[in-house]
């Protein structure tokens, strides 16, 4: 009697463990395997884009018919993905205008490069004169231009300007300031240098709510005496080449920046330029180029770079070696502002 009714008990403990094991392997291990699939899936099936929606009424149904912490494990997995789809539906829509802005912006600076002269070389042997310029934005468009062109057969104007800032708002302000340059040196040729960069910059004070500014270099070169007058705003000093001296910073007054103060004077200067000589005009993104340790490439090197020319190359080339040599101070580290260069011969 005794060992039937061991018999019995031992036979009801392993029905009643097998039963346990059931129930645990049905409602609760299974569940959890799902959802350590769906977990461990997750991310791959999201590459695909397909995040699992195969799986989504496996979790409904976890989620609904548990009130425990599998169920809240389902519904924390169903809000997870609720909410990838919505970040994912939020990141093309971002993906989508930034792709239309670098399309605009793309637009924009061929446009902007379009405004500037870019057929090498722009005058015949007869003129009796040559330039070359380059311009390379730090971003797709930037704040940095050059100009030169013909006011009458004797006198040729040469501009080199860097409006505050960088970006759009540089841009559509340089298409203003190079406009408004242009037509005030073609109106008022034969008038007083200074008096018409006066003129200048009260126009552009007139059209800048925005309170930005342009530092100019503006000349006007008579080519049959080699006079050159010119008003410096507030910009980098120019290098002259003189036969036989090499280049060296020119003397220049200082003005102020154009569309800053209103009623401003402009003192305009004059220098010769003898047979054989340059001018050499950049913007303060040459001189303020930094390499990784933030040390600036700097006047000094400018001019060792520039006395390092042979003066029988072209001026293409001779720009192009000053590039390399900034090029080779900044090494690694990015373009940090416009690089604007013009040179004249």
């Known amino acids: 009697l005794v060992r039937k009714s061991i018999g019995i008990t031992m036979g009801l403990l392993v029905v009643l463990v097998l039963i346990y094991m059931y129930v645990m392997n049905r409602f609760t291990l299974q569940p959890l395997r799902r959802l350590t699939a769906y977990a461990s899936s997750f991310v791959a099936q999201r590459r695909e884009g397909e995040a699992g929606q195969n799986d989504l009424p496996i979790l409904e149904s976890i989620q609904g018919s548990r009130n425990d912490e599998i169920g809240d494990l389902a519904h924390s997995f169903l809000e997870m993905n609720k909410d990838m789809e919505q970040y994912e539906t939020d990141l093309k829509m971002v993906s989508a205008a930034k792709q239309a802005i670098e399309t605009e912006l793309n637009v924009a600076s061929r446009i902007q490069m379009m405004m500037l002269p870019r057929v090498f070389p722009p005058f015949t042997p007869a003129d009796h ?38 970006g759009m708002p540089a841009a559509l302000f340089m298409v203003i300031a190079k406009t408004i340059m242009k037509d005030r040196l073609q109106v008022m040729c034969g008038e007083p240098l200074g008096a018409i960069v006066k003129t200048i910059n009260e126009e552009l004070i007139a059209t800048n709510e925005e309170m930005m500014f342009v530092t100019a270099f503006i000349g006007v070169l008579e080519v049959s005496t080699g006079t050159f007058r010119y008003v410096n705003c507030g910009h980098n000093p120019l290098f002259r080449y003189t036969p036989g001296q090499g280049f060296a910073r020119f003397p220049q007054a200082k003005n102020c920046f154009l569309g800053v103060m209103d009623g401003m004077d402009f003192t305009e200067q004059t220098m010769e330029i003898a047979p054989g000589g340059y001018l050499y005009m950049y913007t303060d993104g040459v001189t303020e180029a930094m390499n990784v340790n933030h040390a600036l490439y700097a006047e000094d090197r400018l001019e060792a770079c520039l006395n390092r020319l042979d003066m029988q190359d072209s001026l293409e080339n001779m720009l192009a070696l000053v590039r390399a040599d900034i090029a080779a101070h900044v090494a690694d580290a990015p373009q940090s502002d416009d690089i604007t260069m013009l040179m004249l011969r």
């Not at 380059?134 to 013909?150: C, L, M, N, Q, R």
């Open 129 to 166: 004169f040559a330039i070359f310029a380059t311009i390379e934005p730090a971003k797709s468009v930037g704040g940095d231009y050059y100009d030169f062109y013909k006011l009458d057969e004797d006198h040729v104007a040469v501009t080199i300007a860097d409006v505050s800032g960088k």
